[in-house]
């Protein structure tokens, strides 16, 4: 299974940028799907994820400003960033729980980063 996310991204202060993310691969099923990132010096963090059936929690510093949403019969799922802030400046990346088989384990598997990069 691979996730293959958008290309680096920039933009200024209360600009908007929307990623993308496809999984592809043997792929039974996709549970969760999600977005996290990871400033320098900081920790990886969770941004957004969403479930099979829709149902969505974001982080408390992008709440009301990213919407996650997710396409299951493209195995894919996107990020809708508004008014972004230079803290909002990390490596960005996508995240899937999937079952490869009907009888395998949900595992989950991430994608390669999208450096974004807001401006002051």
């Known amino acids: 299974v691979q996730l293959q996310a958008s290309e680096e991204a920039w933009c200024s202060l209360g600009g908007s940028l929307r990623l993308s993310c496809a999984a592809s691969?043997?792929?039974?099923?996709?549970?969760?799907m999600g977005w996290y990132r990871q400033a320098p010096g900081k920790q990886r963090e969770l941004v957004a994820t969403?479930?099979?059936?829709?149902?969505?929690n974001y982080a408390g510093s992008v709440r009301g400003r990213f919407t996650i949403s997710r396409d299951s019969a493209k195995n894919t799922v996107h990020l809708q960033m508004n008014s972004l802030k230079p803290e909002d400046t990390a490596v960005y990346y996508c995240?899937?729980?999937?079952?490869?088989?009907?009888?395998?384990?949900?595992?989950?598997?991430w994608g390669q980063g999208t450096l974004v990069t807001v401006s002051s």
């Open positions: 995240n899937a729980v999937v079952v490869v088989t009907t009888t395998a384990r949900p595992y989950a598997y």
């Open positions: 691969g043997s792929i039974f099923r996709i549970n969760d």
């Open positions: 969403i479930t099979r059936g829709g149902s969505t």
